[in-house]
């Protein structure tokens, strides 16, 4: 890769991407029809594209979906300009105001001891900004990953002191939590008919949303990200799956005429591997 652009140089490229979405807009029909409605799930799955290549630690792979998101984000900007909400200068413009007030301790002369401190003021400064959430966890998307979003509020709720004082609390709560989740479970079990299987199932599914929650709590503290923890575990049991299928194709046998036992006897195999 040639040494890195100089300011002006970036500057131009921006300027180029600009003149590129002014041109699509107003020349190719299928970008002209583009709303922020048709966008949206679009974005969605260029960030998912991002998060993966990084998760690979693909930098040709994170280059591009950087670019296919830049591009979501000056396209939403020509969009709102066209109706006349505001420009991509009002984006950026926006972004650096946020960015100066709340970093108190780079553009003001406030001191922090370290990254947990500033984590704590940007919370405290969020809350008082003017026009900002009237809540605490008020800007957190409903349309979040659902592990992703009780991590937020866990943290945000933290950065206005409400966490736990000691790391065996969280722990209590994760046994109490595993403990109702297994009585509703065997609820299920017992049940007799299906109206009181229902009602087992709902209070079972309340459960364990709140063991989740928990566990996650717990993933917090420790400074673990439980996103990617649960991705690390999906990843290994592909890795065992994929093995399982591979070693009964060359024995040439079938995953369903096999008993769970063969199954586990080569599951094991492959875990002795590494895999």
């Known amino acids: ?56 630690h693909n930098d040709a792979d994170i280059r591009k979906e950087l670019g296919d998101i830049m591009l979501h984000l000056v396209f939403y900007s020509r969009i709102a300009q066209e109706e006349g909400k505001f420009d991509v200068a009002d984006v950026i413009d926006g972004v650096c105001e946020k960015m100066i007030y709340r970093h108190p301790h780079v553009f003001s002369t406030v001191k922090v001891e370290d990254a947990e401190e500033v984590s704590l003021n ?40 409400f966490d736990w004082e000691e790391k065996q609390q969280v722990w209590d709560k994760v046994k109490e939590e595993r403990d109702e ?19 087992a199932m709902d209070r079972a599914e309340d459960e364990l949303g709140d063991f989740m929650f928990a566990a996650i709590n717990a993933a917090r503290l420790y400074g673990i990200n439980p996103d990617k923890a649960l991705n690390r575990a999906c990843d290994k049991f592909r890795r065992r799956f994929t093995y399982l299928e591979e070693q009964t194709i060359r024995k040439g046998r079938n995953l369903t005429d096999m008993t769970l036992a063969e199954m586990d006897a080569i599951w094991d195999e492959g875990k002795s591997k590494g895999l």
């Not at 300027?15 to 583009?34: H, T, V």
């Not at 017992?190 to 009602?199: H, M, P």
Request: net charge negative; glycine share 6%.
């Open 181 to 199: 989740l297994q009585v509703e479970f065997e609820a299920v079990d017992r049940a007799s008919n299906e109206e009181e299987r229902t009602a």
């Open 1 to 56: 890769m040639s040494d890195m652009h100089t300011k002006e140089e970036k500057l131009d490229q921006f300027g180029r991407l600009l003149d590129i979405m002014d041109k699509l807009r107003e020349k190719c029909p299928w970008n002209a029809a583009q709303s922020f409605d048709t966008l949206r799930t679009m974005s969605l799955e260029e960030v998912y594209e991002l998060s993966d290549a990084i998760m690979k």
């Open 122 to 161: 940007w919370e405290m400064l969020k809350t008082r900004e003017k026009g900002g959430n009237k809540t605490v966890l008020s800007g957190i998307p409903d349309a979040m990953p659902p592990i992703l979003k009780a991590h937020s509020m866990q943290d945000k709720a933290r950065g206005v002191g």
